[in-house]
């Protein structure tokens, strides 16, 4: 069973190949770091791996995130909109509404994405209330639930951000540099945190990272950018032992 499998994505910004004809096969269900310079495509892969943006539409061009497709040349669009509501995304700079409480800003993940933001207004269920309430002591939250989030830390962010995903019932997850915004104590926590979702939740994880002894440290698979093109992808554990 295949997590992600990557056919010959490419995309170009004007004149700038970002990506150039990828393809990528990952099965392991750990946790996968995209690594690599900056500007080798690292944001922009892991963008077109969500579904969050479409690639150029080329002859050949296909990418399955769980089997599902989320770039391809033909019409896609159902499966798209599937997918997209299933994948966690998790950002630099944690993309939560600071004017918002904690427990808020988890219910959000609860909102298919067609949801109006009209809707947001006073209109979970209990139940819906009580598994935010869940997914924020799953991060170790629970206390912050009505702070607003402009009074937490990063990490704390991060921590909600996570809990969002979880609330949205993602099946895989893809956090784009989730710590080169934070100090060192807090990307381990948030790291620490992502293994143990990954290892008792069994949910994927795609992550880019600078850093490579972070990735060597918490992340199975490595796959290595250059220049819009993947140059190395293996398990890290082979990578440690040269080191
Ligand atoms: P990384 O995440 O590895 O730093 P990116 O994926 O952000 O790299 O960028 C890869 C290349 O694509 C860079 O040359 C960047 O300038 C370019 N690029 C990325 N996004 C855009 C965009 N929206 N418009 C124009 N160029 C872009
Ligand atoms: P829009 O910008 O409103 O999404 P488009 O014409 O770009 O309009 O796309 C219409 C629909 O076709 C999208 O909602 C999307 O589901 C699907 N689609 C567009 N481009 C791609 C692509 N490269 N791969 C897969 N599906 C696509």
Same mark, same amino acid.
């Given at each position: 069973?295949?997590?992600?499998?990557?056919?010959?994505?490419?995309?170009?910004?004007?004149?700038?190949?970002?990506?150039?004809?990828?393809?990528?096969?990952?099965?392991?269900?750990?946790?996968?770091?995209?690594?690599?310079?900056?500007?080798?495509?690292?944001?922009?892969?892991?963008?077109?791996?969500?579904?969050?943006?479409?690639?150029?539409?080329?002859?050949?061009?296909?990418?399955?995130?769980?089997?599902?497709?989320?770039?391809?040349?033909?019409?896609?669009? &159902? #499966?798209?909109?599937?997918?997209?509501? @299933?994948? =966690?995304?998790?950002?630099?700079?944690?993309?939560? *509404?600071?004017? $918002? /409480?904690?427990?808020?800003?988890?219910?959000?993940?609860?909102?298919?994405?067609?949801?109006?933001?009209?809707?947001?207004?006073?209109?979970?269920?209990?139940?819906?209330? &009580? #598994?935010?309430?869940?997914?924020?002591? @799953?991060? =170790?939250?629970?206390?912050?639930?009505?702070?607003? *989030?402009?009074? $937490? /830390?990063?990490?704390?962010?991060?921590?909600?951000?996570?809990?969002?995903?979880?609330?949205?019932?993602?099946?895989?997850?893809?956090?784009?540099?989730?710590?080169?915004?934070?100090?060192?104590?807090?990307?381990?926590?948030?790291?620490?945190?992502?293994?143990?979702?990954?290892?008792?939740?069994?949910?994927?994880?795609?992550?880019?990272?600078?850093?490579?002894?972070?990735?060597?440290?918490?992340?199975?698979?490595?796959?290595?950018?250059?220049?819009?093109?993947?140059?190395?992808?293996?398990?890290?554990?082979?990578?440690?032992?040269?080191?």
């Amino acid at each position: 069973n295949k997590i992600i499998e990557v056919r010959s994505l490419s995309k170009s910004f004007d004149n700038k190949k970002a990506l150039k004809e990828i393809s990528l096969d990952i099965s392991h269900p750990g946790i996968t770091a995209l690594l690599g310079p900056s500007g080798s495509g690292k944001s922009t892969l892991l963008r077109h791996l969500s579904g969050l943006v479409f690639s150029d539409r080329r002859e050949g061009t296909e990418v399955r995130i769980l089997g599902e497709l989320v770039q391809s040349r033909g019409k896609a669009a &159902q #499966q798209v909109r599937r997918c997209r509501a @299933r994948a =966690g995304y998790i950002f630099q700079q944690f993309n939560l *509404v600071n004017r $918002l /409480s904690v427990l808020t800003n988890v219910l959000i993940g609860a909102l298919s994405s067609t949801a109006k933001w009209r809707t947001l207004t006073g209109c979970f269920t209990q139940e819906q209330q &009580q #598994q935010a309430m869940a997914a924020l002591d @799953r991060v =170790g939250m629970a206390d912050y639930a009505h702070q607003r *989030v402009s009074t $937490l /830390s990063g990490g704390q962010q991060q921590r909600v951000a996570i809990a969002r995903s979880l609330m949205q019932k993602a099946r895989i997850i893809f956090a784009d540099e989730p710590i080169a915004s934070l100090d060192p104590e807090s990307a381990r926590n948030v790291m620490e945190l992502l293994k143990d979702i990954n290892e008792r939740e069994g949910i994927p994880i795609v992550v880019t990272l600078h850093q490579v002894d972070y990735a060597l440290k918490y992340c199975q698979q490595l796959v290595a950018l250059r220049e819009g093109e993947v140059f190395y992808q293996g398990a890290a554990a082979d990578i440690g032992e040269q080191a």
